[in-house]
């Protein structure tokens, strides 16, 4: 039996039907995906590095000094006392950056170690809301592990390639998170259970998450922090993180549905798909095992 | 078509795809709304180059966007596959070859109004696959209807910014080394 002819149109339809097989194949056999898309990032890296640190920088609240009608000196004088604002203003968010991880290793003891890492990119489809970061297993990172950006609870990651690495925020639609609502300011005294504060947050739009099980009594007002307190067994959030903040309560309104229960809008406190530094927090026994990676506590 | 200038501008533009693209996404309540800078070039090409590499480069392309994304799945996994967008673009790069005998293809005008045919076609097969996925292995939140509003709005958006960037890029036609029209349109259809 004979062969038809390989022509350029055949190769290609047989290619479109082996794409539409590959887009149908369920994860697990998809295993050629995260080495691949690890590859492409780090090619991609020097060119998109650069590029995010721009986005960081004009999304700064340094304002360039307009250019116009007013004297050259003049002009210059205004770009520079602007450039040193904005050093300062880098300096001052570095040394915050350090002051709350010298609190969290504080907290957590000496069992996790803290990997600063950048965001180099984020999916070309704004849908799914990933952001990538420039450390991967190389670095001791695994997947699973919970990403914050200071006190902020970020996500975990879900994909580490060897040196990027993939961030599911908490944000994304369909996500889950318990947490406890709490005034901005814990009481050290220990005597409030927050245990009977706990909501269940389900993300709603973008960037926003309600819950709409909150007891009528429960004392929340706009303000007040909701901190996490998800400790739902296998595959729940690390206890390192364990009273993160998720986010704050912007709104709080009658459930229309059920006049027992109350609806609690919870904002995070920065834009999580705009951040370009987060902190990957890595238990000391699997940072040690994996043997690579530099840095560790603040 | 000169392959090594496609890969450096593929590269920029997918360096600012991932990176620089949100700097200019607008917030809509359905999510961000952000130019695809990556279609712009598959349109770009597929007006101007041979119907053979039109094919090539819209797969390649593809390809590269799929690699670009990790998709949260709703159970807690992440997926990156190779095949909703490269598909897309393959059937976005054919529509480009059936229509662009009929428009004038160097004017910016164009790029940015075949970006948005082009671009129903490729958000309409990465709707359907991962409609079709959702029976069996959902991706986070996925909502058929709010994806394509979504989608149609960043349309309209890239279209927009596709036409401002289409000017600088129609410069860079001879750098491309594309046929001339007269070849190409001979051979529109055949590919």
């Known amino acids: 039996m004979a062969f038809p002819a ?5 190769v ?36 998109a590095r650069p590029l995010n640190d721009i986005t960081s920088t004009v999304r700064s609240e340094h304002e360039r000094p307009v250019l116009g009608d007013l004297e050259q000196l003049s002009d210059e004088l205004r770009y520079k006392d602007a450039l040193i604002l904005s050093l300062q203003k880098r300096v001052r968010e570095l040394e915050a950056t350090s002051a709350e991880l010298q609190g969290l290793s504080q907290r957590l003891g000496q069992d996790y170690v803290f990997r600063e890492s950048r965001v180099i990119g984020r999916s070309s489809d704004p849908s799914a809301g990933t952001l990538t970061i420039d450390k991967g297993a190389s670095a001791g990172l695994s997947p699973g592990l919970a990403v914050v950006k200071g006190a902020d609870l970020v996500g975990r990651l879900i994909e580490v390639g060897s040196t990027t690495s993939i961030i599911r925020l908490i944000t994304t639609p369909g996500e889950l998170v318990e947490v406890a609502l709490t005034p901005p300011h814990l009481p050290t005294d220990q005597s409030t259970d927050f245990r009977q504060r706990v909501a269940q947050l389900r993300v709603t739009g973008p960037g926003e998450l309600i819950a709409e099980d909150v007891d009528r009594d429960v004392p ?16 729940s959030w690390p206890v390192a993180v364990q009273g993160m903040i998720v986010g704050q309560v912007t709104k709080v309104a009658p459930n229309p549905d059920q006049q027992l229960l109350k609806t609690v809008t919870v904002v995070p406190m920065r834009s999580l798909r705009r951040l370009d530094v987060v902190t990957v927090v890595v238990p000391r026994t699997v940072a040690a095992g994996s043997g690579g990676g530099q840095g560790g506590g603040p | 078509m000169r392959w090594w200038v496609f890969a450096i501008v593929a590269y920029v533009l997918l360096g600012i795809e991932v990176s620089l693209a949100d700097l200019m996404a607008i917030e809509s309540k ?70 662009r005998s009929m428009v004038f293809r160097q004017h910016p005008l164009t790029v940015g109004s075949m970006m948005l045919v082009a671009g129903v076609a490729i958000e309409l097969i990465v709707v359907a696959v991962f409609t079709i996925r959702a029976w069996y292995e959902p991706v986070a939140g996925w909502s058929s209807t709010h994806e394509l509003v979504l989608r149609s709005l960043s349309l309209f958006y890239s279209a927009v910014i596709g036409t401002m960037l289409a000017v600088p890029l129609c410069a860079l036609t001879p750098v491309f080394g594309f046929p001339s029209l007269k070849q190409t349109g001979q051979r529109g259809r055949r590919w």
Do not use: E
């Open chain 1, 12 to 47: 290609f339809v047989v290619l479109l039907a082996a794409l539409s097989v590959s887009s149908l194949l369920k994860s697990k056999y998809c295993v050629y995906g995260p080495p691949l898309r690890n590859a492409v990032h780090t090619v991609l890296m020097p060119m």
């Open chain 1, 220 to 235: 929340v007002q706009a303000g007040d922090y909701a901190r996490l307190l998800d400790d739902r067994g296998p595959g």
């Open chain 1, 6 to 10: 390989m022509t350029f149109r055949r």
């Open chain 2, 30 to 99: 359905f999510g961000p709304v952000q130019p695809r800078f990556v279609l712009l070039l598959a349109v770009f090409v597929g007006l101007a180059a041979a119907p053979r590499v039109v094919m090539i480069a819209s797969l390649a392309l593809g390809i590269l966007v799929d690699l670009t994304t990790t998709w949260p799945l709703a159970d807690g996994g992440a997926l990156t596959l190779i095949g909703p967008c490269a598909l897309g673009y393959v059937i976005g790069g054919y529509v480009l070859l059936q229509v």
